[in-house]
């Protein structure tokens, strides 16, 4: 799911206390606005960014996400340090857009999860194309060849 405003958890600090250090993740599509980055500066440790969608048609199309594609680079670049991939059927990630991004724009110590899990659940039978399971993941390493 995208959200354009994510549900912050609240922490019950009790449940923290005597602790030496529980890092916090935040896992996210990527969709994030700078005023929701800036929340979470200070507050998290490790930042899990998903780059679902490498343009904005594909996202507005099966995300309802208006400028996905502009809106997941710059928060990618505030939370930089790993950065998913998911790859779809029928290259509908456009995984070439995202490797080229992190490639040029991203620094060269972040690490890049290429994930291969996408199944396909709900809404997706909505649309034929996304409605199988991806079968081939080995073509999909060539754009990363060069960030490898």
Not at 8 to 22: A, D, F, S, T
Not at 46 to 59: A, L, N, Q, S, V
Request: aromatic share 14%; hydrophobic share 35%.
């Amino acid at each position: 799911m995208v959200f354009r405003r994510p549900r912050l958890p609240q922490v019950n600090y009790r449940v923290l206390e005597g602790c030496r250090y529980l890092p916090i993740v935040y896992n996210t599509g990527g969709y994030d606005s700078p005023e929701t980055l800036d929340l979470l500066d200070g507050v998290v440790d490790i930042y899990m960014p998903d780059i679902k969608f490498g343009d904005d048609k594909t996202g507005r199309k099966y995300a309802g996400a208006a400028g996905y594609f502009p809106v997941s680079k710059q928060a990618v670049k505030k939370m930089h340090g790993q950065v998913g991939d998911l790859v779809l059927p029928w290259n509908l990630a456009r995984t070439e857009r995202v490797a080229e991004f992190l490639a040029k724009e991203i620094p060269v110590n972040t690490f890049v999860n290429i994930m291969d899990q996408y199944y396909p659940a709900y809404k997706a039978f909505d649309h034929p194309e996304l409605s199988r399971r991806i079968t081939r993941y080995g073509s999909v390493t060539q754009f990363y060849g060069c960030i490898l």
